[in-house]
């Protein structure tokens, strides 16, 4: 199956501070994903992006299918940034299970 | 719209007890995924559903599993008998099959703790 890394493991920032988190895929994919998962243990879908870049307030996100990877930026980060976050990739059809990764904990203090 | 709703939000049971853990989801979408999350092995995919109907159910650990989903708008996961080792956060996820609307949509999990 599909392999997906996502790096650093952990990260620790103050608060303002910016911060790139990558992942990367072993495989060929039409569907990538990033969650939040805050310290309530909700998950939270950040943004669908297979290809290409998206941005939603200070966070943004690109995906460059083609060398089998992915960044999500966090730009100004808050204590509320805290939690951990998953990038999640599938192959195939509509409606295939996402595989995901084993997250990047970050923690923001003020 | 709700979201993805789940019951029961915690579960504490003794082992060799039967569980049942329930999931509504998204009204609209059509398919639903049952995912466990522990420390040891993080986020695993257990089985989904497209349409109402299984399409994966590799990931389920054991014939103690099960999972049924009788309509579109109610899932269940049961296990019997219960483990120890079957504690964890299980959540369920839907999303809607077509182009950008592929959002997976989680619900707000169910901690299962088998003494």
């Known amino acids: 199956g599909i392999q997906v890394e996502q790096s650093p493991p952990d990260l620790i920032l103050q608060e303002g501070a910016n911060s790139t988190l990558r992942c990367n895929f072993s495989?060929?994919?039409?569907?990538l994903q990033w969650f939040h998962q805050n310290p309530w243990g909700q998950l939270i879908n950040l943004f669908y992006?297979?290809?290409g870049t998206k941005q939603n307030g200070r966070l943004s996100a690109t995906t460059v299918a083609t060398e089998r990877y992915s960044l999500l930026y966090i730009s100004s980060s808050q204590t509320t940034d805290s939690g951990v976050y998953f990038c999640?990739?599938?192959?195939?059809?509509?409606?295939?299970?996402?595989?995901f990764g084993k997250g990047t904990t970050l923690s923001v203090s003020s | 719209d709700a979201g993805v709703i789940q019951s029961p939000r915690h579960e504490v049971t003794e082992m060799g007890q039967e569980v049942t853990l329930r999931c509504k989801p998204i009204?609209?979408?059509?398919?639903l995924f049952w995912y466990r999350q522990t420390m040891m092995r993080g986020l695993e995919l257990l089985i989904y559903?497209?349409?109402?109907?299984?399409?994966?159910d590799s990931g389920m650990p054991e014939d103690r599993f099960s999972a049924k989903m009788p309509n579109a708008s109610f899932s269940t996961l049961k296990i019997q008998p219960s483990e120890p080792r079957d504690s964890a956060v299980y959540f369920c996820?839907?999303?809607f099959g077509g182009g950008r609307q592929r959002a997976l949509h989680f619900g707000n999990g169910t901690r299962l703790t088998v003494t």
């Open positions: 009204s609209g979408h059509n398919s």
């Open positions: 999640a990739v599938a192959r195939g059809q509509a409606g295939t299970a996402l595989i």
């Open positions: 992006i297979p290809s």
């Open positions: 996820a839907s999303s």
């Open positions: 559903f497209n349409n109402n109907v299984p399409i994966d």
């Open positions: 495989d060929s994919v039409n569907n």
